[in-house]
């Protein structure tokens, strides 16, 4: 019996020029798909959503009102995903939101109680 399987659709439009639009489809099985729940301090949760793949990582982070696409990237230790102009930084149960244009922590989370 086949695994469900999760699509994230990313679509990119090329330029006017080029009169085509582009996307990418990559699948993930939901086994592979876990939310992670943090205390962010003032009452303030946040769930995390991590997402990954033989070969890809992601995260879907409450950023402005919105789940954000983060992707996985190269880090010394604990987790780093990047969106933007945003790092999320995981390092055993805590984790980081930061803006890196303005330089500033958005968030500083520890885990969420059960």
Same mark, same amino acid.
């Given at each position: 019996?086949? &695994?469900? @399987?999760l699509f994230a659709t990313l679509f990119a439009f090329?330029? /006017?020029?080029?009169?085509a639009n582009a996307s990418l489809?990559?699948?993930f099985d939901?086994?592979?798909v876990i939310t992670a729940r943090y205390d962010c301090g003032g009452n303030m949760p946040l769930a995390? $959503? +991590? $997402? /990954?793949?033989? @070969?890809? /990582? *992601?995260?879907l982070v409450p950023v402005d009102g919105g789940p954000r696409v983060f992707a996985q990237v190269v880090s010394?230790?604990? /987790? &780093? +995903? $990047?969106?933007g102009p945003y790092e999320w930084?995981?390092?055993?149960?805590?984790?980081? *939101?930061? =803006? @890196? *244009?303005? =330089? &500033? @922590? $958005?968030?500083?989370?520890?885990?969420a109680e059960q």
């Open positions: 019996m086949p &695994r469900p @399987t090329m330029p /006017a020029i080029a009169f489809t990559i699948a939901m086994d592979d995390v $959503v +991590y $997402v /990954a793949s033989d @070969t890809d /990582a *992601l995260a010394g230790s604990g /987790a &780093r +995903y $990047v969106s930084i995981i390092k055993g149960e805590a984790g980081q *939101l930061i =803006d @890196t *244009l303005e =330089d &500033r @922590t $958005v968030f500083d989370c520890g885990p």
